[in-house]
């Protein structure tokens, strides 16, 4: 791959780069790497590519001194095919990792915390009894896990939060409700302690999400609420399908970047006057046909990562004024999906599976962008095999590191 800059990128110079963070997940409460610690390896949550074979977890080992960097290490079946495996998180104390299987609204649980390299499965969980099907973020919060469900068993709404212990014991469900009382639909969730909000945003029910998720069938909301108290306190429309929700970082911050998939667009929400509304703007308006699927931050709160599944790219943004991002650099990849961004913010995991079907004919991999001083550059050395797996291709989805 080759990078192509299409503005120069002298304000990184000028920026510097972030000190390391203790940070390994999108939730708040993980106590992740420790600062000043490098990861060592990714997890990959991965579906078996033709449905025939077990899904699996597979462990990458991204260790720059190791002999077997860039490759796939070890696999920890789930055991059964065709569950649609999709996100997945870590747990509190980061040594255990929640992996969501859409298809067959199931959870397993994986042990990474007796041996990282060696993952073990120790239970799968039927989330049926929730009352809600479609398990897609996994979110840690103090005590378990907060499940972002699709909709309700059945195929239709509300999308709803679903709280797991750490065994994986359901404890409580909070469904999102619109004002006027009518169902709500879920994706994705973030939340900020330090201002007592979460935020939801919205895709489509489980039914349309495996017919592949047309526009007639996707959300628009963004679903403002009350942390402490699980309360809804507004739901504001953007364009359809907003799918990530990506807090800025530093306890100070106040802002929050949303992605609209299908309206090819990004927004940007802040609490800009202190009286606990939050305000949401179109920041990013795209090409018709990008579908920006997910977003990064980096830890300093300089630079907004996103990637273009149908555009083909990865873009690094210059977010130094959040409400007017510009765009600094750009590398072209098949189909990019999810990202992971190292605590130190210098490197950049990128996986290209999403959906079974969406996927198309697509070569599945994974790829470790550096960002530096010069923008992004893929590392040549990192071409972990999801070809050559014991039970056949796979397709690579959502990631952690470790």
Known sequence: MTLRTLIPVAALVAAGFVAPRPVADESPFVKGLKPGERERILYVWTRDADHQQSDLLAV???DPQSETFGEIIATAPTGSAANEVHHFGYNVDAN????GAIATNTVYIYDVGTDPRNPSLIRQVQLDETGYSGPHSVFAVPGGVMLAMLGAVGGGGPGALVLLNDEGEFVEAYPVVNPDGSPGLMYDVGVKPAMNRMITSAWAHPMHVMEGTHLEHAGKQAVVWDWEQKKVLQVEDLDPAPFAVRWMHGPDARGVFVNAALGNSVWYGEDGDGDGVMRFHRVLSLPDGSVPVDMRVSYDDRFLYLSQWAGGKV??????DPTSPELLTEV???????MSLSPDSRRLYVTNSILSGMDGDVEFGAWLLHVGPDGMRVDPDFHPDFKGLPNGAGAPHDMLLK
Not at 96 to 99: D, E, H, K, L, T
Not at 315 to 320: A, F, K, M
């Open 60 to 62: 990458v080992d991204v």
């Open 96 to 99: 255990r990792i929640f992996g």
């Open 315 to 320: 873009q690094q943004y210059d977010i130094s």
């Open 332 to 338: 072209p990849l098949p189909q990019p999906n999810m």
